[in-house]
């Protein structure tokens, strides 16, 4: 059974500092690995997804890498701005019990608070 | 604008009453899935749907049904068997080919409180 875990839990700096987020799964055999945002009472947005053939993807200030082997991703998020504070989640894709369909598992997420 | 529309935003239910809260999706999306997360927690996969007419249960679909009636609906009833039901819903949805590639669209979420 893949479990997907986050750390820190929290994570609080000041306002342009460089940060990195942990993401850890247990099963590599994942079609891909997704980074989320999730801003207080609201629904997910897409970050970045990285396939599984892959091993970073970039949008912006946000560069994700994987490292299929050792079961870790991480995100960087350079020079940090308030807006960016919200809770990140990662999730692994994985083949679902020999079906077509991929089975996202969540870890539970880093709040993060960028303080001006 | 094209997208996942979840509704309530909020929903209040009574012991022994079953409440069914929307999703509905412009996307043209074949596959629809809802989750359940609870405070400082990830997403738990209750039901998903790969096709109209077709659903399977996710890992916690005791207390939970669904169906699929039309391609861009798919709404969750919570029934009064689910003992627990105080929690954040978010419905989300996908579109078909490589698997891979395509990304989960995610509904503002509803969020369930028991009165």
């Known amino acids: 059974k893949q479990e997907v875990t986050q750390i820190p839990a929290a994570l609080s700096v000041p306002e342009g500092e460089n940060l990195v987020l942990n993401c850890s799964f247990t099963?590599?055999?994942?079609?891909?690995l997704q980074w989320f945002r999730q801003d207080p009472g609201k629904g997910l947005t897409s970050l970045l997804l990285i396939q599984s053939s892959q091993r970073e993807q970039t949008s912006g200030r946000l560069n994700a890498s994987l490292d299929k082997s050792s079961g870790r991703s991480t995100l960087y998020i350079a020079a940090s701005q308030p807006g960016d504070s919200a809770t990140y989640l990662c999730a692994a894709l994985a083949n679902a019990g020999g079906t077509s369909y991929g089975k996202l598992t969540f870890g539970q997420g880093t709040i993060l608070t960028v303080h001006p | 604008d094209g997208g996942i529309t979840q509704s309530p935003k909020y929903l209040f239910r009574k012991e022994g009453q079953n409440v069914t809260l929307s999703c509905e999706q412009n996307l043209n999306h074949d596959a629809m899935y809802w989750y359940r997360q609870d405070p400082g927690q990830g997403l738990r996969l209750i039901y998903y749907?790969?096709?109209?007419?077709?659903?399977q249960k996710g890992d916690i679909a005791e207390g939970y049904s669904v169906s699929r009636e039309k391609k861009e609906s798919f709404p969750l009833t919570v029934t009064s068997a689910q003992k627990n039901p105080t929690a954040f819903y978010l419905c989300?949805?996908?579109?078909?080919?490589?698997?891979?590639?395509?990304?989960?669209?995610f509904g503002a979420g509803t969020r369930l409180s028991v009165l």
């Open positions: 989300a949805s996908r579109s078909g080919g490589a698997i891979a590639k395509n990304i989960q669209y």
């Open positions: 749907s790969q096709i109209v007419n077709d659903f």
């Open positions: 099963d590599s055999a994942i079609y891909n």
